[in-house]
Structure formats: C-alpha cells, structure tokens
C-alpha cells in the first residue's frame, strides 16, 4: 500500500478581530468598486460570501509575464499589490451553490464600453496576430458545411478580418457594445451592430436557428448575467451548431495571477452547471489558465 506524501491541512480557528480595518481607515485603504451584488451573478444565489480581500494599485503601463515555456508566458498586469498607501482594496465574493468568485462591489462599467476605443487602437497597432490563436481553435472546432459564423462581444473585429481572410466565402457578423468599434468594423466592409448582449433582443438582430458557429471569447466575466447571455447565443445557433467561449478559471491546473479587471472566475463545479442550463452539450473542454469551452447545440 503507497501513501501520499501529501500533507493535508487542518482547518484553522480564525481568532475574532475587533474591529474592521476597511471600516476604520477608508481613506487609507478604500474599497474598489461602485455596484454592490446581493446574489451570484452566475447562479442567482443569494448564498455569498467575502473569500479575497486583495490589496491592488493600477501600474503606470502593463507589464507583461516573462516565463518561456510558462502557459502564462506573455500575461499582462495592470494591477499589482504595491507597498503604499492610499492603496484600493478589491473584494471578491463566493458563491456557496456553484463556487463561482466574483468582485463585489463590480465597477459600473456599461458607460465606459459603450465608448470604448481600445480594441480599434488595438487593431491598428497590432492588427490581427493577437487573435490568430482562438481562430485556429475555433476553425478546428467548426462543424461541417460552416457558413454563417458570429462573433459576439467582437471587440474592433480582429477575429471577423482574419476569418475573412482566411474563408471569404463566410458569412460574418459582429455584435458589440462599443459604438466605435462598430463603426471602424464597418469601414473596413465587416457586417457588424451595436448590442447589449445582457438587455438587448438578439432575435431582432439575428435570426433563431440560424448560426453555424459563434465566438464568445473574453467575455464571459465582462456581461452582467453570463448564463443569461449564453442562453441567448445558444438560441441563435442551428441544431448541430456550436459556440466557443472563454472563462476565468481557478483551480488545479491554473497559475495565473489573480487579475482585478477580471471580475468572474469559477471552478469545475461552476462550468458543469453553466452548461446544464443550455441547450447544448460539451464537445469539447481545455484548460489553458482559462476555460476554453466549445458547446454542440442540441
């Protein structure tokens, strides 16, 4: 008989504290965010509690990871936890029914979406090389006689043009909610509509059962109600067709740093039952410091 070598640690009797250094000296160390959540934002359960407690200040420039052969390798950081004070403080709640680890307070940040100009200040200063990775998955995972392909929350486009330029013959469609980036889509001659993918009717913008593949990468944590808005992707998809998203992940077999503008994470346990509310099966499942998801319609 072998034996883990594996030490495993008891539970800890926390001590009572006295008082609540956040409430004490708010001007010292303020809590970020401005939209306090009373439930999950994936599940809608009202059983939630504080887990983190992360002491951050924004950097002056993103820095980027350096670890060849790393799967983090070329991360970047905005945020990190800096000696200094006033220092912000980002709380992150659990879920106790699905695990899922959410910032709250969330910045509202609906404002600052809807007139965003970093993804075409992307585009133009490094085109569509940062995107040649999730098409390269997506195409693998097309399903046969792939025509109709929509990129939802498609930030400038980048992922579309390079699909163009890849399959001409393919019938693209972006939806986002940055009013620049739709237009410079359209500009360049990519179909594109501004969308609320949390309030809007997808219906009326693009019609049921009839999508062969939709991307859905980068978002998940940004929407309000994430099963929400992959109900409504899902509804758009023809039986057979699929969806590919991403997700924040924790667990085992991610090393990648906590990211305060990343504001949803979730486990095993979250993505198994995010999947059981769609009208879609797993086809396929990587983890690679992130969730990388593509669903089959039913």
Excluded at 49 to 54: D, I, K, R, S, T
Excluded at 121 to 146: D, I, M, Y
Excluded at 225 to 235: A, F, H, N
Aim: net charge positive; with cysteine; glycine share 6%.
């Amino acid at each position: 008989m072998f034996w883990s070598r594996k030490r495993v640690m008891a539970p800890v009797d926390i001590a009572p504290k006295l008082f609540d250094p956040l409430e004490a000296f708010p001007q010292k160390f303020p809590v970020a965010g401005t939209v306090a959540l009373d439930r999950c934002p994936v599940c809608d359960s009202r059983e939630i509690g504080c887990v983190w407690q992360l002491p951050q200040s924004r950097l002056g420039a993103p820095t980027y990871l350096n670890s060849p052969g790393a799967p983090f390798h070329d991360f970047y950081l905005d945020h990190l936890p800096l000696l200094k004070v006033p220092q912000q403080i980002f709380v992150f709640d659990m879920c106790r029914f699905c695990h899922s680890i959410f910032r709250n307070p969330k910045d509202d940040d609906h404002a600052g979406y809807q007139k965003d100009t970093s993804k075409v200040a992307a585009f133009k200063s490094q085109g569509t090389q940062p995107f040649a990775g999730v098409v390269n998955l997506c195409e693998r995972h097309f399903p046969r006689h792939t025509r109709t392909v929509v990129d939802a929350a498609c930030g400038a486009g980048q992922a579309l043009a390079l699909l163009r330029e890849r399959q001409p013959s393919l019938n693209l469609f972006g939806l986002e909610l940055s009013r620049p980036s739709v237009d410079f889509m359209q500009s360049m001659g990519l179909d594109a509509a501004t969308v609320d993918l949390d309030l809007d009717d997808l219906d009326a913008v693009i019609p049921p059962d009839s999508v062969d593949f939709i991307i859905f990468y980068e978002a998940f944590e940004h929407v309000r109600k994430p099963v929400t808005v992959l109900k409504k992707l899902t509804r758009l998809l023809r039986h057979g067709g699929r969806l590919h998203f991403s997700a924040q992940y924790y667990g085992p077999q991610s090393s990648l740093q906590i990211r305060v503008g990343e504001p949803i994470y979730i486990d095993k346990r979250g993505l198994d039952w995010v999947v059981s509310q769609l009208d879609a099966v797993v086809h396929k499942v990587a983890i690679n410091t992130k969730f990388r998801v593509t669903l089959e319609k039913r």
